[in-house]
């Protein structure tokens, strides 16, 4: 059974920082992408960053570029959001997603049927002052 449990998340004030982390049972990282995704209230979910199979390729969106970083530890089965420098408009849900169709050179932010079809349970961040 594929599960994804996530960890991390929290309140923290503008500008600090908070680690999130998904750990996978039920598969190898080396066949699934890794994608972190949020939503906050009233807005769509949407794409934060991804890690492919072969652990490199990343993508960001480009409200995080470069304050976020996505990582993983295949020995623990486990892959990393850190994040820095946060900001208000952070503030969300966040999930993180399996995606085992899409080719191991590359992953996909957009959450479609056809890819992401295993979600974490979510975690709540919340930046504020």
């Known amino acids: 059974q594929l599960q994804l449990v996530q960890s991390g998340g929290g309140s923290v004030q503008p500008g600090g920082s908070l680690r999130l982390s998904c750990a996978v049972s039920g598969f190898s990282l080396d066949y699934y992408a890794i994608g972190w995704f949020r939503q906050a209230p009233g807005k769509a979910r949407e794409g934060v960053s991804c890690?492919?199979?072969?652990?490199?390729?990343?993508n960001y969106a480009d409200s995080v570029q470069g304050r976020f970083t996505i990582s993983r530890d295949k020995a623990k089965n486990t892959v990393y959001l850190q994040m820095n420098s946060l900001k208000p408009e952070d503030t969300a849900v966040y999930y993180c997603?399996?995606?085992?169709?899409?080719?191991?050179?590359?992953?996909?932010?957009?959450?479609?049927?056809?890819?992401?079809?295993?979600w974490g349970q979510g975690t709540q961040v919340t930046v504020s002052s």
């Open positions: 997603a399996a995606d085992g169709y899409t080719d191991q050179a590359m992953c996909i932010m957009t959450a479609l049927p056809t890819n992401y079809d295993h």
């Open positions: 890690i492919s199979s072969s652990g490199g390729s990343t």
